[in-house]
């Protein structure tokens, strides 16, 4: 089970980061991690094994 | 005059035109006093052009006078543009504080091409901030301005929904294009990926950001389409395929076309029943036309919400991260949290997304080839515009007032890269528009655009024009 996202979270991560999350944000942005993870367990919930993420390197030089 | 000519689609006042019956100036100086009398009440425009476009306009008719030089559809037609594509003669600010004043070096390759095409842009219209959208720019709704214009091609849907542009360029990294479009009761086409420059616009995402089209009707969709559409080395998503004649075909059949309809995820319990039942009415005037319908069941589209939120916040934050840290206080508060809750997402989450999208993508394929499809049809909404007192454009509240039921509808198209369109289809009660989308294999826009006008000449509700009450201008 993961562990609850609270506004200490949020203060947490900010600091890893080395963004301030001003007070006045705290909580929004920790309910918008909240409904993030709800929308992200179903493809967290795949088996992507045998898939190659959509991002392409084009090796030639052209540009 | 000047209303009739405001009210003319791009195809017939560049038939005009081309037949000297009017000049761009007469055209552009109606378009201004248009703009005159409906700012007051819509607020579309955050810079009207006024100098350039007139300027613009003479060169357009001196060319066709002196050389008969006709540079392609746009030549001498007034046009707006959102203002997150750059342009070296107005500032480009992207409705936000962080880049007050500023005034590009070079333009956006869109805006090149309009240029090169002979159009003549009037103004840079309104967007939520850099497109992220979580601020409300001042843009009401033209058929009533108590109500939401959508977003965040807020003002590119206005301006052409209010007939003070015949024609706006807008940009779609979720949905804003198709979002303004059906609730301006207008055409918004978001191309397929690769298909239009993106170079010069204020980037969103990398592979979700796309340039394209809002218009009264698809034949003036086609006609942009015809002017924007093509490679462009600068653009790292840019694909070098052939570019049609947008209009070639658009009268031809509908007998046969197969269209998907995906009941499950499309017409799920938060589509207000009005919105339903008009779009329903619509997929029977389709079939009335030749389509057959086909439900198919694509359980992989519910993975679309997770996917979207990783990638657009995390690319947006990306590109947001000096600024965040410079000056985060010239942000709206609403942006400004987007921006930081990007900040916290886990970089594995982000490639884990990019391996989901191609799930979903491949999904889609997999659906379109079994039931040999040629596109998929939904509502382009839930519900109609909302009151702008009870507007958010929040992509996280999950109710009816904010964007999270647009989103859903609409944002599949940037995650897998295919065409869609808002084609509208109806009205409310109160007299808002309501439309529906379609879904079309990658590079397929002909085809969307011929159902759009296909569907567009049968009915009442395309290229019909809202009464706002003008201000007189002395």
């Keep these: ?63 | 005059m000047s209303q009739e000519l405001v009210d003319k689609t791009i195809r017939e006042a560049g038939d005009l035109l081309a037949r000297r019956e009017v000049s761009s100036r007469e055209l552009t100086e109606a378009t201004l006093a248009r703009i005159a009398q409906t700012e007051p009440t819509v607020h579309a425009y955050v810079t009207v052009m006024t100098e350039s476009a007139l300027a613009a306009a003479d060169r357009a008719d001196k060319e066709l006078a002196t050389r008969g030089h006709w540079r392609g559809p746009l030549h001498g037609i007034p046009v707006a543009v959102k203002d997150i594509c750059y342009t070296t003669d107005a500032p480009t600010e992207g409705g936000s504080r962080v880049l007050k004043g500023f005034v590009p070096d070079h333009d956006a390759t869109v805006v090149s091409r309009l240029r090169e095409g002979g159009a003549v842009i009037v103004g840079k219209a309104h967007t939520h901030e850099f497109a992220y959208g979580q601020n409300i720019p001042p843009t009401r709704n033209a058929w009533n301005p108590e109500y939401s214009p959508g977003g965040s091609s807020a003002g590119s849907g206005a301006a052409v929904a209010a007939r003070s542009a015949f024609g706006a360029i807008g940009t779609d990294g979720g949905g804003s294009i198709r979002f303004p479009a059906a609730l301006e009761g207008i055409v918004g086409l978001k191309p397929t990926c690769g298909r239009v420059s993106r170079y010069g616009v204020i980037p969103m995402s990398a592979t979700l950001d796309h340039v394209g089209p809002l218009t009264r009707t698809a034949e003036d969709a086609a006609l942009m389409m015809n002017v924007i559409a093509g490679y462009d080395p600068l653009d790292v998503q840019s694909i070098d395929e052939p570019v049609p004649d947008y209009t070639e075909g658009l009268d031809s059949s509908l007998q046969g076309l197969r269209l998907g309809v995906e009941r499950d995820y499309f017409f799920y319990k938060d589509v207000g029943p009005e919105y339903r039942r008009t779009v329903e009415a619509a997929m029977r005037e389709l079939e009335k036309l030749g389509v057959t319908l086909v439900d198919v069941k694509i359980p992989e589209l519910d993975l679309c919400a997770g996917i979207f939120l990783n990638i657009i916040a995390t690319d947006t934050s990306a590109y947001h991260r000096r600024w965040l840290r410079e000056k985060p206080n010239d942000y709206a508060p609403g942006t400004r949290i987007m921006l930081e809750f990007g900040e916290l997402l886990f970089g594995t989450d982000y490639l884990i997304a990019q391996r989901a999208r191609e799930v979903l993508r491949s999904a889609v394929k997999d659906a379109f080839q079994r039931h040999r499809l040629d596109a998929l049809v939904a509502p382009s909404n839930i519900v109609t515009a909302v009151p702008m007192s009870r507007y958010s454009s929040s992509l996280f509240a999950g109710s009816p007032e904010d964007s999270t039921g647009a989103l859903h509808q609409l944002s599949i198209a940037n995650v897998i890269g295919v065409p869609s369109i808002n084609v509208p289809c109806g009205f409310s009660s109160e007299g808002l528009p309501i439309g529906f989308v379609l879904y079309g294999r990658p590079f397929d826009e002909s085809l969307m655009l011929r159902i759009g006008h296909v569907y567009g000449a049968g009915t009442p509700w395309v290229g019909r024009a809202p009464k706002i009450k003008a201000v007189a201008v002395s």
């Design chain 1, 1 to 63: 089970m993961q562990q609850e996202i609270t506004a200490d979270t949020v203060r947490q991560l900010a600091r890893i980061v080395g963004i301030t999350v001003p007070e006045e944000d705290v909580d929004s942005v920790a309910a918008a991690l909240r409904s993030y993870r709800s929308a992200f367990e179903a493809v967290e919930a795949l088996d992507l094994t045998e898939v190659d993420p959509v991002v392409v390197t084009d090796p030639r030089w052209t540009r």
